[in-house]
């Protein structure tokens, strides 16, 4: 028998601890269906790319004339409305016939009849929209420009005397608010697994032949760590299912290009510290929460474990004054820094040392969650099945044992 | 190499739980720990292993020059009283978990686990989920967690309780292995037939203090009495009758018709029958040596009426 080193303990145990919640048969097919949603998006790239020039518009001799524009051909064709429409029921010569009711109150009326309901059909009234509006302005004596004038006769901006606030058209607010949804996710990943994992296993009383083999606290590392790791895999899915349901509307429903400019790039390096350092406080906290509590099932303290929703909540509510006092607490705070700080950067441009010293706050906070939560542990057992009460928790967390 | 428990003392709340306990446990024996419930044999145990420290006193464990303050769990195998592994898990990969906790390297441990699961008849449940055996059979499992790494000192806390008289026989096989093996055994039990069986030396507590210490030698003188003789009369006895005769014995009067005498080594039968018969005619004699399980029981009585006084 070898002595056990504490890290090959904490390792061993993390492993354990992740292995216990992954289930096989649930990853493989759930990446099995965002694989499938994923070939949809790029077969439908293809397809989309190969029918582009394939859609052709009948215009009848009667019918206003149309320019052809990007992946529409129109075509004048003297053949009477009802052969063209003919034609496009029986030979699918055409994807569409135009049909155009005298104008009634100067307003023509044009039809597009086609086969079945396509999502191109969209594209199409858009272009014969605007091609309609620019022959109007022509038959008026309107220029482009003045055109263009009279749809939008001024443009507004907002301007702030703090050149440090980012423009309303930077993609870092979209950024945050998507890394908000997504830590959530994480971090009520591994709330919920440790929750069940802690208190089942003092259920099963397991935890007594644990702790003869190694210290509380090692045994509280590996489920942290542990559950880190399902947390950090629940957001990589969730960011991999979002970013495939963004690709499934924008190229499939919506059949336009993926734009990737929503997201900030340069607020990335810094989202993944500070996804780091919260998901381990809370879940450390929850640890330290689930260590104190004997049966869920009678346990008043379960009521706690809400409170990590409140540094997201507030995170998104003080968003809109990034130089006001409460942003600027909370991103300093450590029980909030890890949420209000991202969002901070994600509107307003910080000296480094800014992220860096709240970065270092949370990490010290997370040091002490976590030996708080060993300290409960190892406290708890004492217990012989009594749960502690909040004053005995402070005291423990205080280490006042 | 001896475990030292000198002067311990614990208190949880407004309770005493061990009061100024002393003893050591040599390497290498079977050392019992026994008394009632609430004798505080599982807070000795729990302080042994170091998950709770004495108020006053110490324990003291000396392994290559290093003095420790309990016994260190890289050589610890525990059995506790609040039984438990991961019920949705096959045997294999609970055995060869806490296996592996306790520094032994997977195909070790796979090893130890079919080998100790031979040893039970439990070979062919390896990939069985554990929750799917029977409790006895739990137990079995258990127990080999606790010795799978094969540690130098081994705490089983009720290593018998719910288990059937043949498999307790195997406990007492498996644990005389272990011996022979080389381990320290230092065993809490209920089950004074098995202890008897097994034990080189033993601890009696009561209420948190020491009752009897020794082997099985050493508690017979401690108690006095080695032999009982119990005697059915015809006829109705007087305690002052009695009084007269016997001043100097053990005695209990049971419905004024039944003697048990508690005999003293140097006390003769045959001394001890005479004065019987003079109290009156004698329907019933049965003479009965002494076992651990009665010296247990007399001793748990005298201390607690000592106690009660």
């Known amino acids: 028998m070898n002595k056990m080193t504490r890290k090959q303990q904490v390792w061993l145990v993390t492993s354990w601890e992740f292995m216990h919640f992954f289930k096989w048969k649930q990853e493989i097919i759930s990446k099995l269906i965002l694989i499938s949603i994923a070939l949809v998006v790029m077969l439908w790239q293809q397809i989309k790319d190969d029918q582009l020039t394939l859609y052709k518009v009948a215009v009848p001799a009667n019918t206003t004339q149309f320019k052809d524009s990007g992946q529409f051909k ?130 099963q009383r397991v935890t007594e032949q644990l702790y003869a083999c190694m210290s509380p606290q090692t045994w509280i590392d590996g489920k942290i760590f542990g559950q880190m790791l399902h947390s950090f895999k629940a957001m990589i899915t969730m960011m991999i299912t979002g970013l495939l349901a963004y690709a499934f509307t924008t190229i499939v429903v919506s059949n336009k290009m993926l734009n990737l400019s929503i997201i900030d790039w340069s607020l990335l390096p810094w989202l993944l510290p500070f996804a780091i350092v919260g998901v381990y406080l809370c879940t450390a906290f929850m640890a330290a929460i689930a260590a104190a509590i004997d049966d869920p099932n009678h346990s008043a303290k379960t009521s706690i474990m809400l409170l990590p929703l409140l540094p997201m909540l507030l995170a998104l509510i003080t968003m809109d004054s990034p130089s006001g006092w409460a942003l600027s607490f909370l991103s300093y705070f450590p029980l909030t820094a890890f949420a209000a700080m991202p969002v901070k950067m994600s509107v307003i441009d910080v000296p480094l040392w800014q992220p860096l010293l709240s970065l270092l706050l949370t990490a010290i906070l997370c040091f002490w969650v976590r030996t708080s939560a060993g300290n409960l542990f190892k406290m708890g057992m004492s217990m012989y099945g009594k749960e502690p009460s909040l004053k005995d928790m402070v005291m423990w967390m205080l280490h006042k044992n | 190499m001896e475990l030292l428990v000198k002067n311990v003392q614990k208190s949880y709340a407004k309770v005493t739980a061990i009061k100024n306990l002393t003893f050591k446990v040599k390497q290498g024996e079977i050392f019992a720990l026994l008394g009632p419930n609430g004798a505080g044999k599982s807070s000795l145990v729990r302080m042994l292993t170091g998950f709770t420290s004495p108020d006053s006193g110490n324990i003291s464990l000396t392994i290559d020059g290093q003095t420790h303050a309990s016994i260190p769990s890289y050589t610890l195998g525990y059995l506790p009283e609040d039984r438990g592994l991961y019920p949705e898990k096959t045997v294999k990969k609970n055995l060869t978990y806490f296996a592996q906790l ?199 009585a005298k201390h607690g009426a000592l106690k009660n006084e």
């Open chain 1, 74 to 203: 129109f075509s004048l064709s003297n053949k009477s409305f009802e052969v063209l429409k003919l034609e496009l029921a029986e030979e699918g010569r055409w994807d569409a016939v135009l049909s155009e009711t005298p104008a009634t109150n100067s307003i023509k009326k044009i039809t597009i009849y086609s086969k079945d309901k396509q999502s191109w059909l969209n594209d199409l009234t858009l272009t014969l929209n605007q091609q309609s509006t620019l022959q109007y302005a022509s038959s008026l004596g309107l220029a482009q420009e003045q055109l263009t004038l009279l749809n939008q006769s001024a443009s507004f901006e907002n301007k702030y005397l703090d050149d440090n606030i980012k423009s309303e058209n930077s993609p870092g607010r979209t950024t945050a608010i998507t890394m908000l949804v997504i830590l959530s996710v994480g971090i009520f990943t591994s709330f919920g697994q440790l929750f069940v994992s802690i208190t089942g296993e003092k259920q």
């Open chain 2, 102 to 300: 306790n520094g032994v390297d997977k195909a070790t441990a796979l090893e130890q686990a079919k080998y100790w699961l031979e040893r039970f008849d439990l070979l062919d449940r390896l990939d069985a989920q554990l929750k799917t055996l029977s409790k006895g059979n739990q137990q079995k499992v258990q127990l080999i967690t606790a010795v799978i790494h094969q540690p130098k000192w081994v705490i089983l806390d009720e290593p018998f309780s719910g288990l059937d008289p043949i498999n307790q026989e195997k406990v007492v096989t498996f644990l005389s292995e272990l011996k022979a093996k080389g381990m320290t055994v230092i065993l809490s039990a209920h089950q004074m037939s098995m202890v008897e069986k097994l034990a080189d030396r033993m601890l009696l507590m009561n209420l948190g203090e020491t009752v009897l210490y020794g082997n099985l030698e050493d508690i017979q003188k401690q108690v006095g009495s080695t032999t009982q003789l119990k005697a059915k009369f015809e006829g109705e006895i007087s305690r002052e009758q009695l009084e007269l005769q016997f001043n100097n014995t053990e005695y209990i009067l049971a419905e004024e018709k039944t003697v048990s005498l508690n005999l003293t080594a140097q006390q003769s039968i045959n001394d001890a029958l005479s004065k019987l018969t003079s109290l009156g005619t004698l329907v019933e004699l049965h003479s009965i040596k002494m076992d651990l399980h009665q010296l247990y029981l007399n001793a748990i």
